[in-house]
């Protein structure tokens, strides 16, 4: 969401063209039940690659043939079973827009008025292309007025309100240490590449994408109408500020603790750490309630260095500076040659993309982004079933009790911590499909030929229900994703586990499918997301979602013991021969849920199937095979080396061949599925095994 900040962990981490599935394969062969015919989901030979032996490399084994024939699009960065999936759900997205946007009927201020309409506006490529920068000048125009400290600060602020971020972020989330408070927090932003390590690594990969950037922001001034001359001079300094508040800024791995990014400030105290800087102003511009008390920042070390260049940058320098980052961020809303120019730099350079995607898979995903929930409502009606929703709540049911089990079974836990585990865990609050109460777009307008606009003002409505939080009790219908979205999370403010239907569908979840590999795909995402409550940042929040130690010391030390043996075994994997290593600690929080949602789905499928007859050999794989199979196959994914790169140096998720091996090779289930060696590879050596949940 545009004017939320998310404190939650999902499967994957969202990037350009870096998205991760897990899709069951799609032959199928029929069972007999004592109703009726049904599909069951089973493996496709043709993914394996058996001159590898699942002992060796069981990611290459059961994806090499499917990664061999299937290259990557020149549309994408990586290709994998979340990208067919995706389409899916996008073609389904695209008859539903495109018969919107040919109603002739729809009423004004509909549903389908609002989605046909924002669709349309964003399809009418004739419109945009004559309408050039045109669209941003009032915003332009704002930034032209800057004279001081306090108008940019306003500026700021009225940017934020149309969905355009620059120097920081704000945002109205749940206070991590009173979590039925909503509190206002603000959060380092404003650089133009993706992470602070991009403005100083000395490799001749960064070196030459600095030079790059440099030249993308010149090129990018230019099509403003910036002489080339004074552009070139403009991205120089614009670089500069960058690489300033890039030296405030916190890096990654710092940011992932809870505790190093809670920072309660009143306003005078802020005001205080910004002299430059005025938080009641600001408050003022974007609608912020007298009523808020307090604010959280997230790092006060980057504000202070903003509070620097507030002194010592001209007002002309920020206006540059502003110009830029304005336009940068609507440059895909805009005619083609800014398009373009952007998608040469952020597609091509830092993810090694080839060919912009078509025209109407940008708007979907726009229209997505703006009014998902308008869109969502639409999409499961024809794509979520009561009786897909009520598989998952048995599934997320039979993972819960696994789960339970596991936690009781610990011989490391105490009491103490098991009791406390034992009420978070049933506390969890579960959400599937689509929200019980939809966002309220009744105030939003949309025409034809304002795309732009269009945006702009659903930024509005999502930015003043996000101000009317203030002082209210926490909205606990709400969701963090849109419906058609393939992923899932866990909140831990909410301590909730959230399904969007775009993940809930075949083959990747199949109501009538092989339990086995329903199991080894959706229910391995479940025990993903519940794991998560419990991984090294979430076990930090309790059963309420309040940041609290809830752990014995005792625990709390012999939990980080377990967790250092996942640090080693993900920071001794590399990539591209080598040259790129996996970060162990950035990555461990997901690799934790990994390992735990794995063991958990895997003992949940065993449990289900007490008292039920055997289930039988289908396509030569036993159901223990089958369900390791449809996780190894659900990560399957071919990626441009760019891609990687980025992926390694910003992602806390690993690369699919180790999220794959790595917890594989922990688990003995799949050792004796595989009537694997301790000698084999895909082994864990005892003295090095993780096992946490």
């Given at each position: 969401m545009k004017a939320k900040k998310l404190k939650q962990v999902g499967l994957l981490l969202m990037a350009p063209a870096m998205m991760l599935s897990m899709e069951a394969c799609n032959?199928?062969?029929?069972k007999k039940t004592e109703s009726k015919m049904v599909k069951t989901v089973v493996i496709d030979r043709t993914y394996l690659d058996t001159a590898v032996s699942p002992g060796t490399d069981f990611y290459q084994y059961a994806n090499g043939g499917w990664l061999k024939n299937h290259p990557i699009p020149e549309t994408e960065s990586s290709w994998g079973s979340f990208n067919e999936l995706s389409n899916r759900n996008k073609d389904i997205l695209k008859k539903i827009l495109m018969d919107a946007a040919a109603a002739k009927d729809a009423s004004k201020g509909s549903n389908t008025q609002k989605i046909g309409d924002f669709y349309a506006s964003g399809m009418d490529s004739a419109e945009i292309e004559k309408?050039?920068?045109?669209?941003?000048?009032?915003?332009?125009?704002?930034?032209?007025?800057?004279?001081?400290?306090?108008?940019?600060i306003r500026t700021v602020?009225?940017?934020?309100?149309?969905?355009?971020?620059?120097?920081?972020?704000?945002?109205?989330?749940?206070?991590?240490?009173?979590s039925?408070?909503?509190?206002?927090?603000?959060?380092?932003?404003?650089?133009?590449?993706?992470?602070?390590?991009y403005y100083f690594k000395t490799d001749e990969r960064s070196v030459n994408i600095r030079k790059e950037y440099v030249m993308h922001v010149c090129k990018t001034l230019e099509l403003t109408g910036v002489p080339k001359a004074k552009a070139e001079a403009d991205a120089k300094i614009i670089m500069e500020m960058e690489t300033k508040l890039a030296k405030?800024?916190?890096?990654?791995?710092?940011?992932?603790?809870?505790?190093?990014?809670?920072?309660?400030?009143?306003?005078?105290?802020?005001?205080?750490?910004?002299?430059?800087?005025?938080?009641?102003?600001?408050?003022?511009?974007i609608g912020?309630?007298?009523?808020?008390?307090?604010?959280?920042?997230?790092?006060?070390?980057?504000?202070?260095?903003?509070?620097?260049?507030?002194?010592?940058?001209?007002?002309?320098?920020?206006?540059?500076?502003?110009?830029?980052?304005?336009?940068?961020?609507?440059?895909?809303?805009?005619?083609?040659?800014?398009?373009?120019?952007?998608?040469?730099?952020?597609?091509?350079?830092?993810?090694?993309t080839k060919k912009l995607e078509p025209r109407w898979k940008r708007i979907l995903s726009s229209t997505d982004n703006n009014i998902g929930e308008l869109l969502g409502q639409e999409y499961v009606k024809v794509a979520f079933t009561p009786e897909a929703k009520q598989k998952m709540l048995d599934l997320v049911n039979n993972l819960k009790a696994a789960l339970k089990d596991r936690i009781t079974a610990l011989d490391w836990m105490s009491p103490a911590t098991k009791e406390q585990a034992m009420h978070k865990l049933s506390t969890i609050v579960v959400k599937i499909g689509y929200p019980d109460k939809w966002h309220d777009y009744s105030k939003l307008v949309v025409n034809r030929g304002e795309y732009v606009q269009n945006?702009?003002?659903?930024?509005?409505?999502?930015?003043?229900?996000?101000?009317?939080?203030?002082?209210?009790?926490?909205?606990?219908?709400?969701?963090?994703?849109?419906?058609?979205?393939?992923?899932?999370?866990?909140?831990?403010?909410?301590?909730?586990?959230?399904?969007?239907?775009?993940?809930?569908?075949?083959?990747?979840?199949?109501?009538?499918?092989?339990?086995?590999?329903?199991?080894?795909s959706i229910g391995a995402v479940i025990g993903h997301e519940l794991t998560h409550g419990f991984d090294d940042e979430g076990r930090k929040f309790d059963a309420d979602g309040n940041l609290k130690e809830w752990w014995t010391p005792e625990d709390a030390k012999k939990f980080e013991v377990r967790t250092k043996a996942v640090v080693n075994q993900f920071n001794g994997y590399s990539v591209l021969g080598g040259k790129n290593k996996v970060n162990g600690e950035l990555t461990l929080g997901e690799n934790i849920?990994?390992?735990?949602?794995?063991?958990?789905?895997?003992h949940a499928y065993k449990k289900s199937q007490e008292g039920k007859p055997a289930a039988p050999e289908i396509s030569g794989f036993t159901a223990d095979q089958r369900f390791f199979l449809a996780w190894a196959q659900g990560w399957r994914r071919n990626v441009r080396d760019e891609a990687m790169v980025r992926q390694i140096s910003t992602d806390p998720h690993s690369p699919s061949m180790f999220r794959v091996n790595g917890p594989l090779s922990n688990i003995p289930e799949f050792q004796k599925a595989f009537n694997l060696k301790e000698t084999d590879p895909m082994v864990a050596k005892p003295e090095a095994r993780a096992q946490i949940w």
């Open positions: 032959n199928s062969s029929e309408l050039g920068i045109n669209p941003l000048k009032p915003e332009m125009d704002m930034i032209n007025g800057i004279t001081d400290a306090n108008s940019l602020g009225e940017l934020q309100k149309r969905g355009i971020g620059t120097i920081f972020g704000f945002y109205v989330d749940q206070d991590a240490k009173e039925t408070k909503y509190a206002a927090s603000a959060s380092q932003s404003g650089l133009g590449l993706p992470d602070k390590d405030g800024s916190m890096n990654r791995l710092d940011m992932r603790d809870p505790y190093a990014v809670y920072h309660k400030f009143t306003f005078a105290e802020a005001n205080k750490l910004t002299p430059m800087l005025n938080w009641n102003e600001y408050g003022k511009v912020l309630p007298s009523t808020a008390e307090y604010i959280i920042i997230a790092q006060p070390e980057f504000f202070k260095t903003l509070n620097g260049m507030l002194a010592n940058f001209k007002a002309d320098d920020w206006k540059t500076y502003m110009n830029y980052h304005v336009v940068s961020s609507e440059s895909g809303k805009l005619s083609s040659n800014f398009v373009d120019e952007n998608f040469h730099f952020y597609g091509t350079v830092l993810s090694g945006c702009a003002r659903a930024s509005q409505i999502d930015w003043q229900r996000m101000m009317d939080k203030i002082g209210k009790p926490i909205d606990r219908t709400e969701w963090g994703m849109t419906p058609p979205t393939v992923n899932a999370y866990y909140n831990p403010a909410m301590n909730e586990i959230v399904f969007p239907a775009g993940i809930l569908q075949p083959p990747f979840f199949d109501p009538n499918g092989d339990d086995a590999m329903n199991y080894g849920a990994d390992l735990g949602g794995l063991t958990i789905a895997y």
